[in-house]
């Protein structure tokens, strides 16, 4: 009986098989990471493309709502990208918000890449060659704006006769965002300033060849 107990007692995990078994478990957990992190940076460019979406809807809401004007201006330096919506002026509707600033994953940003060049581009806006191309309007007006502001009836202006006043011509444009390196990351957002429609893109590849924009 006590031969019996002693046996039993020294049942157990030696301290190699121990380490046998940390070693499979940190291999697998590095694999598993390493097969999420695609994934993590695609959900990160959607993140992007989501926050600017959404930061232009509510600046046209806001306008059309609280009866005033919003801009929206987009920056892009030093790796900082942001997108800051305010009230542009004075004596509106109670209830006006404040700025809000709203800044892209530090990986993503307002970005054009180089193939944009030779795809049609959203809406027929620009060329595919600046990432932030607002500003085009009826009056001869092509592009390269960075701000733009929404007016109380809910279209999109330039600054033509005082930014913001809403007395100015109608601003069209897009802007483009990407991980800077690949292609296939880009989304797009174009703007169609008569209504202050707002709309989203992404870039896929062409049967024969090339790529192409499809609405989302």
């Known amino acids: 009986m006590k031969a019996t107990q002693v046996r039993h007692s020294e049942r157990g995990f030696s301290l190699l098989e121990i380490m046998m078994v940390v070693a499979l478990i940190l291999i697998m957990g590095s694999i598993t990471f390493m097969s999420l992190i695609p994934a993590l940076k695609a959900q990160r460019v959607v993140n992007a493309y989501n926050t600017t979406l959404s930061a232009m809807r509510q ?3 806001n306008a059309i709502s609280q009866r005033s004007s919003y801009s ?4 892009s330096s030093s790796g900082v990208n942001t997108i800051t919506v305010a009230p542009t002026l004075t004596g509106g509707f109670q209830g006006q918000q404040s700025t809000a600033v709203y800044t892209l994953p530090s990986d993503v940003g307002f970005y054009a890449d180089p193939v944009l060049a030779a795809t049609a581009p959203p809406d027929g806006y620009g060329a595919g060659l600046l990432a ?3 500003g085009y309007t009826a009056n001869g007006n092509n592009g390269g704006q960075t701000t733009l502001y929404f007016c109380p009836d809910g279209s999109a202006q330039d600054s033509e006769n005082g930014a913001g006043n809403c007395l100015g ?4 444009g897009v802007v483009y965002i990407a991980r800077s390196g690949e292609t296939l990351s880009s989304r797009a957002i174009s703007l169609w300033g008569g209504t ?3 709309r989203g893109w992404r870039l896929y590849p062409k049967s024969g060849g090339g790529y192409q924009w499809v609405r989302q």
């Open 72 to 75: 929206v201006t987009f920056t």
């Open 132 to 134: 932030i191309d607002f």
């Open 196 to 198: 202050g429609r707002v």
């Open 169 to 172: 011509s109608v601003d069209g």
């Open 59 to 61: 600046a046209r809401d």
